[in-house]
Every structure is written in C-alpha cells, then in structure tokens.
C-alpha cells in the first residue's frame, strides 16, 4: 500500500481557475515536501515544512500555497491557474528536514494539465 | 548555483550487459549526500542508493555507486542489465547543515533493457 498518498492522479483545469492538490503520509514523518515537475525540467522543489511549519519556499509565485491541517497533511493550493502551471506535482516526506542523510519518499504524483 | 547533470536522454541496453548512468554534479556545500532514484512508469520515485562518503561504494539490488569528490561523480552501474531494470533514473544532491530538505535533481535518464 502506498505510504504517502496524493489526489487526485490526474487533474484537468482552466486558466484562471483555483485548485488544491492533497497529500497525505502515513511514514510517521516530520517533514514533508512539494517537487514539480515540468516537461523538459528537472524535478524542481517547491516548499518544506518541518512540524507543519514552513522551513523552505523556492517558488516565486505567491499563486502557490502549502497548507497544512494536520502534521501528516500538506495540500498545495494553486490560485489563478496558468498554461505553464501544467506538470506533475510530487509530494515527498522524510524524517527530518534537516541533515543530508535523511531520505526523501515520494508519492506518485498529481498530473495537472491547465487548458 | 548548485547543480546536477546525468546522461540525457534515453539509454539502451541488451539484457545481461552492463550499464552505467553518468551523473556529475556542481556544488558549494561543504556536506552532501548524493541520491539515485528510480521512477517505474506512473509509479512514485524511490530511493535506489545513497552515499555522503567520498571514494565508498555503494551497492543495492544489484546497482552500485560510488561518490568521488575529486571529479564530482556518482556514476550508476549495474554488471549484468535485467529486463525489470527498464525505468527512469534520477540522480539528486543534497546539501548538508542547515539544508531544508531541498533535493537537486538531474533532468533523470530512460534505462531501456532489450531482450
């Protein structure tokens, strides 16, 4: 059974739309991620949280918002939707967030395309 | 900046041979760790290898690595190519003290095994 869960796999938007990708982890972690990945990129990170608080954020647009309702929860929010928006969104958690051993697993993935 | 560079593309190999995945990497932390994710078609990313000692080997379901700080490396090989060995392989840096969890992917290399 998948230990972190996003939803849903696949999501198909407008331009100018709302929406929110949910990920959920069950690895009993303290710190979770959010990574896109763009066609031709690599996979480039977002956000970390560290005991639900916000420790990382490489993404300039305010558009993007992590939230976090609970410590094995990070949903993503994205506002005012783009055609360059369109990628797959991976969450990932890991035990700690700090120290360069600590493995980073990831989920499967929301693919979004904006229309 | 920091960055991470791998084999472009697709790399095709006949069962039973060996294959090694380039991987070479700029950084400007003094601590790192060094990752090899492989990613099976609409599967999560998971952790293949992991090393932060210069000049050790590392080994796991058959694939070995081994970090070399002198030429900035950390090459994936495998001696004997199996058909289930075919998926997407991604090469990742992280930084040491203070980092936030922030993986540095390559652009991540197709491993096509043929009969």
Redesign the interface.
Known sequence: D?K?IQKPKYLVAVTGSEKILICEQYLGHN?M?W?RQSA??????MF?Y?YQKL??N?TASSRFQPQSSKKNHLDLQITALKPDDSATY?CAS?QE?????????????TRLSVL | GDS?TQTEGLVTVTEGLPVKLNCTYQTT?L???F?W?VQYL??????LL?S?TDNKRTEHQGFHATLHKSSSSFHLQKSSAQLSDSALY?C?L???????????????TTLQVQP
């Open positions: 998948p972190i710190a991620y990574y031709k990129k690599p996979l480039e990170f970390s560290s420790m990382d490489q991976f890991s967030a700090w120290g360069s051993q600590n493995t980073l697993y990831f989920g499967a993935g | 991470v932390y601590t790192i760790a990752f994710y609409n599967e999560a990313p998971q952790v992991k932060s991604y990742a992280r930084g040491g003290t203070g980092n936030t969890g922030k993986l540095i992917f390559g652009l991540g």
